[in-house]
Each structure stands twice: as C-alpha cells, then as structure tokens.
C-alpha cells in the first residue's frame, strides 16, 4: 500500500507527515523519502497522526531516524502516535527513547524548549 | 469462516490485513485486542513472504483461514515456504528491550510482538508446510 509523505518547514524545523500504513510493503519507501530529510543538525518534526498501523517494518524506519539523529546531533520529535503505536513502542522498549508530542504544534513548542 | 489465498508478496499485506480486521469487526473483538491480531498476523506473514520464500528463491502463496467459535477467533496461515517455527526464535529479555536504540539488534522484533501478542500461539509443520495458528479469545 502506497504511504503519503508531505514535507514542510517551520520554525527552520522540518514537519514530516505521513499518511497511510507503515507495513513491510511501505516501509523502504519511507525510509528513503524520511532520512534524507534530517540534516546534521536539524530538527524533525515527524507527524504520525495520519498513520494508524505500523509494524516491526516501521520501528526499523523509526529507529533509524533515531540513530541518525544521535549520530548528527539532530533532533526529532513523533508527534500524533495513535494509542496502538504507542502500545507497541512500549512493549518493544522504544517509546522511552523517543520525545513524543501530541500534535505539530506541541512537537514544536518542545522543540523550543530544547 | 474465511479460507482464501493470499499471495505471498508483501504488497499483499493490506488485504491480509484486511480479511483479519473484518473478522475481528464480525466476531466483536475490542479494537486493542483486533490491533494485536492484526499486527501478529501481519508480523508472521511478513516473516513467511521475506524469509521463508523470497530468499529461499522460492515462490508460493499463504492459504488464510479465519475460524470463529463462541470462545476463540483463530487465523491460521499456511505455507510452502522453508520450514520455520517462530517459536524456537530466541525472544528479547527485558533486559534486551531495555538497550539503548543505539545498540539494539532488531532482529525478532515483529516475532516477538506476534507471539506476546496473541492469546493461543501454535505452530505445526505438516505435509512439507508450516502451519502458524494464532487465536483470541473472545468477549
């Protein structure tokens, strides 16, 4: 299933939303769409309201962002987890790792707050 | 009951998906519990088209069956694929999902999150195909 990835700057933070499901399928397609767009550096703002499945495929992608973000001392915030993705970052450890904001506009406001 | 073949491609995953939720929907399953079936199913499936076809060089399909009893919502999936049983997957430790992001080997994870998420996990290996019976107890 195709993944809609739409990009936007604001606040010189990069807002990533993504629609669709995040499977084994669609996976590799965000990942090459999403990494690119974390510059060295830089903040990400990654809007996951409009995705309401992801599996393991997608926590691969996620934990990808994250080690770049280490590596390239850039920032990233998830924003908008539905409940289920966020049960499964919890059961798999990773939720802990990630600062997570309810919506764009909470993701940049702690952002700001460093 | 749903019997139907599913391609074993990846692009297949939505349908699957799909035939799983319906069933969930017609059986009343709460919407967290519908999730896990779901993504466990979807996790295995995943595993069967990857690992136990694609880089094998083999090709096939997943015969899907969904069946409903007062108590339980069971998928099965079967396959022609390299013989797997998830089971003997060495599961991440508490400890293993403590690690840092940056150090976590991410191999088993979807297993893992199909197993633990499941009521009933089985697995039979029958007349050279894998077997994989995942069920839910129902409301």
């Given at each position: 299933?195709?993944?809609?990835?739409?990009?936007?700057?604001?606040?010189?933070?990069?807002?990533?939303?993504?629609?669709?499901a995040v499977d084994g399928g669609s996976a590799?397609?965000l990942?090459?769409?999403?990494?690119?767009?974390?510059?060295?550096?830089?903040?990400?703002?990654?809007?996951?309201?409009?995705v309401?499945y992801m599996s393991s495929a997608g926590l691969r992608v996620l934990?990808?962002?994250?080690?770049?973000?280490?590596?390239?001392?850039?920032?990233?915030?998830?924003?908008?987890?539905?409940?289920s993705i966020?049960?499964t970052?919890?059961?798999t450890?990773?939720?802990?790792?990630?600062?997570?904001?309810?919506?764009?506009?909470?993701?940049?406001?702690?952002?700001?707050?460093? | 009951?749903?019997?139907?073949?599913?391609?074993?491609?990846l692009?297949?995953l939505p349908?699957l998906r799909?035939?799983?939720?319906?069933?969930?929907?017609?059986?009343?399953?709460?919407?967290?519990?519908?999730y896990?079936?779901i993504l466990a199913v979807d996790e295995i499936a995943t595993n069967?088209?990857?690992?136990?076809?694609?880089?094998?060089?083999?090709?096939?399909?997943?015969?899907?069956?969904?069946?409903?009893?007062?108590?339980?919502?069971?998928?099965?999936?079967?396959?022609?694929?390299?013989?797997?049983?998830?089971?003997?997957?060495?599961?991440?430790?508490?400890?293993?999902?403590?690690?840092?992001?940056?150090?976590?080997?991410?191999?088993?994870l979807g297993i893992?999150l199909a197993?633990?998420g499941?009521?009933?996990?089985?697995?039979?290996?029958?007349?050279?195909?894998?077997?994989?019976?995942?069920?839910?107890?129902?409301?």
């Open positions: 299933m195709a993944i809609q990835v739409d990009v936007s700057n604001q606040d010189e933070t990069t807002v990533v939303a993504v629609t669709g590799p397609g990942q090459t769409q999403l990494l690119p767009l974390l510059q060295p550096g830089g903040a990400l703002v990654l809007n996951l309201g409009g309401n934990l990808l962002l994250y080690r770049q973000a280490m590596t390239g001392k850039g920032r990233v915030v998830l924003a908008g987890l539905a409940e966020k049960d970052m919890t059961i450890g990773f939720l802990k790792f990630f600062t997570v904001a309810d919506n764009v506009e909470q993701a940049l406001v702690a952002l700001r707050r460093g | 009951m749903v019997k139907q073949d599913i391609a074993a491609d692009a297949a349908a799909q035939w799983v939720e319906q069933a969930c929907r017609d059986a009343g399953l709460d919407e967290a519990a519908s896990r079936l069967i088209v990857t690992h136990g076809y694609a880089e094998a060089g083999l090709s096939g399909d997943i015969a899907l069956t969904i069946e409903r009893t007062d108590r339980t919502l069971t998928v099965i999936l079967e396959d022609g694929g390299v013989a797997y049983d998830p089971r003997t997957r060495s599961m991440p430790t508490a400890l293993d999902l403590d690690q840092p992001l940056e150090e976590r080997d991410l191999g088993g893992f197993l633990q499941v009521d009933r996990f089985d697995y039979q290996r029958c007349d050279d195909r894998n077997r994989n019976i995942l069920a839910m107890n129902l409301p």
